[in-house]
């Protein structure tokens, strides 16, 4: 197998599972910690991580491509722009996800919903003339179908929360289709980096005005839990272990990985295996957590895995208009 194909293939799996993990750690820390407060720690922990990362990377690097001043200024805007789209697109889309958890949205339903950018990527990729095959189109509704098998238990309904999910997957859509656009310009890890800098500055922002309103009594905390209070320092210390996980895990390394994988790669089949999240979730809560699987559930798994297949199969008739 070609490594570019190990890459494309491998990275969105490594992803999913630690994500299909990391919603434990969300759900433990909804309950203590505001919503922006949360997110700006675990995308303050993302950037120290990934600064290390690039600094060992460079240290490492054998040869080094020297570049022109001309070149070195165009790749520094394309990261700088690229990095502050990324991180502006992943900033919304884990916030309203945060949001909705805290509002009440269970942990299997919020990761159906947000799994729902399998449907909402090649349906926005069709806008900028993205053909996708016959196969891959049958993927996704397989996809669909396997996350309702897996994560939605009984009657399915809408509340505030989970129509704040909603949001959150389209935004994850759209955040999934900037990184397709500019991880062809510029270096996966570094991108990474810029976008959580830039993502944790807006959750800091968003959470020192929410501070100030609630501090000139706008913002009722019996309604909106903590968002308007000030940041609280010992309810982040007492979550500090789950906030490590998404900080460094689940953000500093899945989503580098998901920059990395999404590389010269077909963005809807990247998102067929990052969906394995909801998979990789249920199967850990049966392993972990001694959680036995229905058979709806295993159903669920069989048809994720046929999809996984189905979005691996060439398209034969871009083979023909090649030939």
Known sequence: MKHNNVRQILF???AALIWGTAFVAQDLCADVIDTFSFNAAR???AVVVLLVIIFIFDKLKKDKVELTPAEKKKARRDLLIGGFCCGTALAVASNFQQAGIAAG???GKAGFLTALYVVLVPLF???FRRKVSLPVWIAVALSVASLYLLCIKGEFTLAMGDLLVLVCAVCFAIHILVIDHFTAKVDGIKLSCVQFFVAAVWATLAKLVCAILGANGIGDTSVVTSIFAMPDWAGIWACILPILYVGVFSSGVAYTLQILAQKDSNPTVVTILLSLESVFAVIAGAIILQQQMTGREYLGCVLMLVAVILAQ????FEKKVKA
């Open 12 to 14: 969105p799996i490594l």
């Open 43 to 45: 995308s303050y922990i």
């Open 105 to 107: 949205t269970e942990a």
């Open 125 to 127: 990729g069709l806008f």
């Open 313 to 316: 199969i060439p398209n034969p």
